[in-house]
C-alpha cells in the first residue's frame, strides 16, 4: 500500500518568538531573528562575502607570481595574504557556509519545527561577523596581518604585533560559534525528529552534520588550547612553545595538527552529504549502500584523529612512529573509497539527467579523487620528505577543499535554490558557471602537481626562471576562476529577484519516484517524501 510520509515545512506558530507580534521588521528582522531558514541564510551570505574576500586575497598573490620577481609586494605583505587567505576561507567561508545548509536543511529533513535553541543559533550565528570582522582588521594595525602562515607555528607567532593577538581572539570567537551551532544541531537530531524516523532512516546529509558536529566539539577544543597557550607566551611569560625558555614548538605542531586533520573532515563531510542527496536524485535511484555509506563515514570521523602527524613527517619522529601514521593515513582511504563505489553504483543504470547540481556532484566526485590519490602519494613518508611545503601540497588540498568542499557547497546551492526561494535558477547561466568554474579550476591547480614535483616551495613571492611558464598558467587560470564567481552570484541574485516560479517538486521524476524497498529509505528535502510501496 502506498503511503506518503509527511516532512514538515512549517514555524512554529505557539513558539513566543515565531509569534506575529514578535516578529521586527526591515533589517531587524534578521537580526533578532531565532527561524532557523532566516539564520540559514544569514550563515549562507556572511559565508559568500568571506569566500569573496578571501578569493580577492588569492588573485592579488596570483598576481604577484604572475612572473618572477617582486611586482608588487614585499614578501612580509606576500606572507599576510597567503596567511589570511587560508584563515579566511577555512573558518570564514567553507565552515559557515556548511553550517548555513545544516539550518536550513537539517529541521527540514527531520520534520522539526526549527532548530533545538533557537536563541543560541541566533548567537552563535552573530558572533561570526565580529570574528571575520577581527581577521579583517587585522590589516590595518601596526604591522599588518598576521603573517605567520594560517597554522600559526611559533616562533614566528610568538613574536608578531597586535594583529596576532586579534587573530587569536577571532579563532576563539569561531571556536566558540562553531560549538553552539554543534550543541543545537546534535540535540535538534537526537531530540526532534519525526515519529517513526529512526536513526537508520536519517538522510544522509543529517548524518554527515550529526558526526560532523561531534567532531567539532572535540576538535575545536583543542585548536583553543593551542591558541591559548600561544597568547600566553607572547604575553605572560610562559614557555609552552619558547626554546629559549624549555618549550617545545613541535609540541605546537602535535596539538595544531590534532585539531587539524578532523578540520579537513569537519569541512569534507558535510559535502559528502550535500552528494548523496543530489546524486540519488538527478540519477532517478534510491542511494546504493545507505548504510555502508553511514559506517564509512563514522569510520573516516574515527580515524581522523589519529593520523595527525602526517602533517609533521620532517620534524624528526621515530620510524616507528612514521611507518604509523603512514599506514593509519592509507587506511583513511578504504572508506573514502566506499562512498566513492557508492556514488558511482547510484549512478549505475540510472536514468541520469545533467542539470547544474548534478554537473558539480559528477565533477566534485571526479576531482576530490584526484585530491585523494595525491594524498595517499604524501602518506608515504620518504616521498612527503621530499614534496613537503612544495605546490604539490598545494595541489593537494585544493583538489580536496576546492573542488571538494567548495563545488559541493556551489552544487548544494543550485540543488535547493527552488526550495529556499521558490524560483527557479536559470540554467545556462548555471551551466556556463559550471563549466568555467571546473577548467578554471583544473587549469589554476593541476600544474601545481609539476611545480611541486620539480620542487617549487610554497608561500614564497619569487621563484626561479625555470617555473615561470607554470606559474602563468596557474595565474591565468586563477583569474578566470575568480571571475567566473562573480557570475555565480548574478545567477543566485537573478534567481531571487526574477527567477520563474518553481513547482512544489522542481526536480521533475526525482521526488515522484516508487522504490520497492521494505522501510522508508532516506528522501530528500521537498515537501513529501518519495511514494513507498
Known sequence: MATTIPIQDVHNEHHADNHPDHHPTGWMRWVM???HKDIGTLYLWFSFGMFLFAGALAMLIRAELFQPGLQFFQPNVFNQLTTMHGLIMIFGAIMPAFVGFANWQIPLMIGAPDMAFPRLNNWSFWLLPMAGLLL???????????????TMYPPLFIQGGPSYDMTIFAIHIMGISSIMGSINIITTILNMRAPGMTLMKMPMFVWTWLITAFLLISAMPVLASAVTMLLMDRHFGTSFFNAAGGGDPVMYQHIFWF????????MILPAFGILSTIIPTFSRKPLFGYRSMVYATVVLASLAFIVWAHHMFTVGMPIASQLFFMYATMLIAVPTG??????????????????TPMLFAIAVVCL?????????????????????????VVAHFHYVLFSGAAMSIMGGIYYWLPKW????????????????????????????????????????????????????????????LGASQLLFLYTVIKCIRSGAVAGNRPWEGAETLEWTLPSPPPYHSFETAPVIK
Open 259 to 266: 585539531f587539524g586533520h578532523p578540520e579537513v573532515y569537519i
Open 338 to 355: 566506499v562512498k566513492v563505489f557508492n556514488w558511482t553504483a547510484t549512478m549505475w543504470k540510472g536514468s541520469i539527467s545533467f542539470e
Open 136 to 150: 579583517i582588521g587585522a590589516f590595518f594595525v601596526p604591522g599588518g596581518a598576521m603573517a605567520g602562515g594560517w
Open 421 to 480: 526561494t521558490g524560483h527557479m535558477y536559470d540554467e545556462r547561466l548555471g551551466k556556463i558557471h559550471f563549466w568555467l568554474t571546473a577548467i578554471a579550476f583544473n587549469v589554476t591547480f593541476f600544474p601545481m602537481h609539476f611545480l611541486g614535483l620539480a620542487g617549487m616551495p610554497r608561500r614564497i613571492p619569487d621563484y626561479a626562471l625555470q617555473f615561470a611558464n607554470f606559474n602563468m598558467i596557474v595565474s591565468l587560470g586563477a583569474f578566470v
Open 33 to 35: 531573528s531565532t527561524n
Open 368 to 392: 576530490f579523487t584526484i585530491g585523494g590519490f595525491s594524498g595517499l602519494v604524501l602518506a608515504i613518508v620518504p616521498v612527503d620528505i621530499q614534496l613537503q611545503d612544495t605546490y604539490y
